[in-house]
Each structure stands twice: as structure tokens, then as C-alpha cells.
């Protein structure tokens, strides 16, 4: 008795931890991409829904997107309206929420270390970066490397 009980509290535990997770969001890359499509995985992972989107000029969807150039990376993820470039982490993704001056965030470049980029034993310093309304950058994470 006392077990079932436990049971059905972990299963509604686990179902709410589960509905809380699902964030859906759009992941578009270059049909050649390897490391977006660990970076897809490390979302997958993570709890999120991804619709993968392939697309054969990266470059047009950025600009369509609204990615500014200077901020350009590999894919480019689409989750609320806002764009999330690179590889991202999973903090700064779920933060957009608290940041209604921002259009996206981004991890320019493909800097080693990174999720999504983690292979072998390299980590890069890098800083997440948001674009906001006005276009100018803002700093919204910094990772150091090793
Ligand atoms: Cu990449």
C-alpha cells in the first residue's frame, strides 16, 4: 500500500517535471552541420521539443531571423519569437523569458568547449551574447575556458 502510494508520487513528479521541460523550439541548420546536430541532441537531452529545420543558405535564414552578423555562428534556433545562434547554452536559452529587451542571444563563432562542441579535452573562453531591441550587444554569460 504504502509503496503504491510512493509510485503515484513519483510518476506525477516525474510527469510534471516532465510538461515543464517540453519548451519547443526550431532548430535550423546546413544539411552538412555535425556539431549542430550534437548541439540539437544536447537540447533533446535537456528536455526540449526540437523541429529540425534543413536548410540549404544558412545565411538567408539568419538574415530573415534577424541575427546580426557579427553574431553569426552555425545554426540558428528559433524559441518564443527570439533567435538563439550557436551554441548556446541551455541557461541563457530558458533566460530569454527574463529578458524582454533582448531579440536573441548567441554564442558567435564555434568556440571548443562549448555544448554541442565538446570534444576532446580544449575549453575556449566565450561569452554568451544578447542582441537587443536597439541592436546594440550585451554580455549575458561569460564561460572560461581552461
Ligand atoms: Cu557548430
Same mark, same amino acid.
Request: include cysteine; aromatic fraction near 6%.
Given at each position: 500500500?504504502?509503496?503504491?502510494?510512493?509510485?503515484?508520487?513519483?510518476?506525477?513528479?516525474?510527469?510534471?517535471?516532465?510538461?515543464?521541460?517540453?519548451?519547443? &523550439?526550431?532548430?535550423?541548420?546546413?544539411?552538412?552541420?555535425?556539431?549542430?546536430?550534437?548541439?540539437?541532441?544536447?537540447?533533446?537531452?535537456?528536455?526540449?521539443?526540437?523541429?529540425?529545420?534543413?536548410?540549404?543558405?544558412?545565411?538567408?535564414?539568419?538574415?530573415? !531571423?534577424?541575427?546580426?552578423?557579427?553574431?553569426?555562428?552555425?545554426?540558428?534556433?528559433? &524559441?518564443?519569437?527570439?533567435?538563439?545562434?550557436?551554441?548556446?547554452?541551455?541557461?541563457?536559452?530558458?533566460?530569454?523569458?527574463?529578458?524582454?529587451?533582448?531579440?536573441?542571444?548567441?554564442?558567435?563563432g564555434m568556440p571548443a568547449?562549448?555544448?554541442?562542441?565538446?570534444y576532446g579535452q580544449t575549453k575556449q573562453?566565450?561569452?554568451?551574447?544578447?542582441?537587443? !531591441?536597439?541592436?546594440?550587444?550585451?554580455?549575458?554569460?561569460?564561460?572560461?575556458?581552461?
Amino acid at each position: 500500500m504504502i509503496t503504491n502510494i510512493r509510485i503515484a508520487v513519483l510518476t506525477t513528479l516525474l510527469m510534471t517535471g516532465a510538461a515543464q521541460a517540453a519548451e519547443v &523550439i526550431d532548430v535550423y541548420r546546413d544539411p552538412d552541420c555535425g556539431c549542430c546536430k550534437d548541439w540539437i541532441k544536447y537540447l533533446e537531452v535537456n528536455g526540449f521539443s526540437v523541429r529540425e529545420h534543413v536548410e540549404p543558405n544558412m545565411s538567408k535564414v539568419k538574415q530573415r !531571423l534577424g541575427v546580426a552578423p557579427r553574431l553569426a555562428s552555425c545554426h540558428t534556433a528559433m &524559441i518564443d519569437g527570439k533567435f538563439v545562434e550557436g551554441h548556446v547554452p541551455v541557461a541563457q536559452i530558458l533566460d530569454l523569458k527574463s529578458h524582454p529587451d533582448l531579440v536573441g542571444v548567441s554564442v558567435p563563432g564555434m568556440p571548443a568547449g562549448s555544448p554541442g562542441m565538446d570534444y576532446g579535452q580544449t575549453k575556449q573562453p566565450y561569452q554568451v551574447i544578447g542582441q537587443t !531591441l536597439t541592436g546594440t550587444d550585451q554580455v549575458v554569460a561569460e564561460y572560461s575556458g581552461n
